[in-house]
């Protein structure tokens, strides 16, 4: 039956899933745990050298690797607990300026320009709040972390009779065209601290809420991601 196939291709998502966290758990981990032994020897040494900068750099190193963990553990949650969204009427202008704010310390420090058209109002949308706020920030994260100094992030609003249109340009590197297939994969990244999941946690949010996530990019130039919410009145039914 159609259900039985669902629940069977549920069950083999989730196991990549699981098998993807799995090795992805394994970096961070080795690394603390060659630190905590760096740590533990340099201790000893402390009372002679008198020297903490070799310490405190370890200690730096298990702290960003602990951030590290707990982004895979979090996103990995994300991924396999699908929440159908819990709608309310939402402004998406307003939501989109709390991420904004929320980002603005790395925009800043990365040098990076945040061009927003948000002067209209936009007919307000029913969406989760929370899961658009992550939809929002994953974006705008991989902007950022494709941008180098100098570079413009800019947001834009359409709306049409189908829906509410947020579109979000950037100056990055731009993505290869074979990777364009690989983008909402699972694991699929070309970061060093990536952990490939952003995307995929975006394009089931959107459809959870009915709407849709195009990409565009040309390689060396930029990537524009075009995010469709339903119009309130033309929301079909969920499907729960
Ligand atoms: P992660 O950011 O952890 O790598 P994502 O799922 O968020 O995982 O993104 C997957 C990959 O898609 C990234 O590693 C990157 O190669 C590519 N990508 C996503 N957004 C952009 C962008 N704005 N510019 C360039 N490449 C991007
Ligand atoms: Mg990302």
Redesign the pocket.
């Given at each position: 039956t159609t259900e039985a196939r669902i629940e069977d291709e549920r069950t083999s998502s989730v196991l990549l899933l699981a098998a993807g966290v799995a090795h992805e758990l394994g970096n961070p981990l080795n690394s603390l745990t060659i630190h905590l032994q760096l740590i533990e020897r340099r201790l000893k040494k402390l009372k002679a050298a008198k020297d903490t900068d070799a310490l405190a750099d370890s200690i730096r190193v298990c702290q960003e690797e602990v951030v590290r963990l707990d982004g895979i553990i979090t996103n990995f949650l994300d991924a396999i607990r699908p929440r159908p969204p819990d709608l309310a009427e939402t402004r998406l202008e307003e939501v989109l300026a709390e991420v904004l704010q929320f980002h603005q310390r790395e925009l800043e420090n990365r040098d990076i320009a945040v061009e927003a058209e948000l002067t209209t109002a936009l007919p307000a949308v029913m969406a989760d709040r929370n899961q658009v706020k992550q939809v929002f920030f994953?974006i705008i994260k991989?902007?950022m972390?494709?941008m180098q100094p100098g570079g413009v992030l800019r947001i834009k609003t359409r709306t049409d009779d189908e829906g509410v249109y947020l579109i979000f340009g950037?100056t990055?590197?731009?993505?290869r065209q074979g990777?364009l297939v690989k983008?909402f994969q699972p694991y699929?990244?070309?970061?060093a601290g990536?952990?490939?999941?952003?995307?995929?946690v975006v394009q089931r949010i959107m459809r959870d809420h009915g709407g849709q996530i195009g990409i565009e990019?040309t390689e060396g130039v930029g990537?524009t991601v075009t995010l469709q919410f339903p119009r309130k009145d033309r929301r079909v039914r969920m499907l729960k």
């Amino acid at each position: 039956t159609t259900e039985a196939r669902i629940e069977d291709e549920r069950t083999s998502s989730v196991l990549l899933l699981a098998a993807g966290v799995a090795h992805e758990l394994g970096n961070p981990l080795n690394s603390l745990t060659i630190h905590l032994q760096l740590i533990e020897r340099r201790l000893k040494k402390l009372k002679a050298a008198k020297d903490t900068d070799a310490l405190a750099d370890s200690i730096r190193v298990c702290q960003e690797e602990v951030v590290r963990l707990d982004g895979i553990i979090t996103n990995f949650l994300d991924a396999i607990r699908p929440r159908p969204p819990d709608l309310a009427e939402t402004r998406l202008e307003e939501v989109l300026a709390e991420v904004l704010q929320f980002h603005q310390r790395e925009l800043e420090n990365r040098d990076i320009a945040v061009e927003a058209e948000l002067t209209t109002a936009l007919p307000a949308v029913m969406a989760d709040r929370n899961q658009v706020k992550q939809v929002f920030f994953n974006i705008i994260k991989n902007a950022m972390e494709a941008m180098q100094p100098g570079g413009v992030l800019r947001i834009k609003t359409r709306t049409d009779d189908e829906g509410v249109y947020l579109i979000f340009g950037d100056t990055g590197s731009g993505i290869r065209q074979g990777d364009l297939v690989k983008l909402f994969q699972p694991y699929h990244t070309t970061k060093a601290g990536g952990n490939g999941l952003g995307l995929m946690v975006v394009q089931r949010i959107m459809r959870d809420h009915g709407g849709q996530i195009g990409i565009e990019s040309t390689e060396g130039v930029g990537t524009t991601v075009t995010l469709q919410f339903p119009r309130k009145d033309r929301r079909v039914r969920m499907l729960k």
